[in-house]
């Protein structure tokens, strides 16, 4: 009988029954990285004694109570003229060992009038909260500001309107027709600050801002009101020209305010109705989109020697010329009847 023959098959490769024995592990780690070498724990030395840096200590420590985007008061005079006004705040911090005056006696009799958590650091950790040296040895740390929303002032002066329609006074009926202010561009929060304290003062229902390109309510716009935005509610928007639209659908007329107006403030004809008025940037006045969507613009007269108003002095012009139209209006209704 004769033998079998075997005959030897192909060579195989790496495509073959010894693949998972070829296969890589990746590159090679770094001495750092290997728990046997002596630079991981050269490694591990250094990191112990970067965290023993008390500058380093200092710095964590601060990060546990603020952040970068913490609204702060800094300096004894704006934070003394903070907790006068009643600024809604969280927490005040003090710098050890700090040199008492007058003003940081009085502040922290406030702070602790108004139960606020107050907090001794050191110098270190006094800039590190700060961002800065030039803290005077006090921080205050507000609040952020809560902000409405559009539909809930609308809401709101559409309940108030309707109740005072039942009252048998001219004034009061056409007094409580709604009236926002809106700013288009204003990006100064002291400007916003003294609009919301015009828009307070004439009886407005609320001040409408863009969620971009627009100051926000912080600390420096709430001083500038003089409290009055614990009482006048604000809106962000994320398009104003969409705002205006739908504030249109709910029968609300919108005047723009702009030196090239061709009519003037108080006597577009719209002051009795639900009203919204605009107020664009200095300068830039108006966007395009935002002077489309309005039912007319209006100017102020005022000497060829000035360019532009600021902002919230042209707020205050239009606001009362409102008031004045309407009083006009509710003395013309109590004469006729």
Sequence with gaps: MAPMVIKKGPTKGSGGKHRNALRGH????????????????????????????????????????????????????????????????????????????????????????????????????????????????????????????????VDQAERKARAMEEVNSAETRINARPLFIALDGVTDPQNLGAVIRSAAAFGANGVILPERRSASVT??????????????????????????????????????????????????GFETDPLVVVLGSEGKGLSRLVREACDAIAGIPISNMVESLNASVAAGISLYAVARARREAAAAAETAQ
């Design 26 to 153: 990746g590159p090679t780690p770094k001495a750092e990285d290997r728990v046997y070498h002596k630079a991981y724990r050269e490694k591990k030395i250094a990191q112990r004694r970067q965290m023993a840096d008390p500058r380093l200590a200092a710095r964590r420590r601060a990060a546990k109570f603020t952040s970068d985007s913490d609204d702060l008061v800094i300096g004894r005079n704006a934070v003394l003229e903070a907790l006068r006004v009643g600024v809604p705040s969280l927490q005040l911090y003090i710098a050890a060992r700090i040199e008492h005056d007058d003003r940081t006696r009085e502040i922290v009799k406030l702070a602790g009038t108004r139960g606020l958590h107050l907090l001794e650091a050191d110098r270190l950790e006094m800039d590190r909260i700060a961002h800065s040296s030039n803290h005077q040895g006090v921080v205050l740390k507000v609040q952020p500001y809560e902000y409405s929303s559009l539909a809930d002032l």
């Design 219 to 268: 600390a420096a716009a709430w001083k500038v009101s003089a409290g009055a935005a614990a009482h006048m509610p604000v809106a962000r928007v994320v398009n104003l020209t969409k705002a205006i639209e739908s504030l249109r659908e709910r029968g609300f007329y919108t005047v723009g305010l702009d030196g090239g107006g061709d009519k003037l403030v108080g006597e577009t």
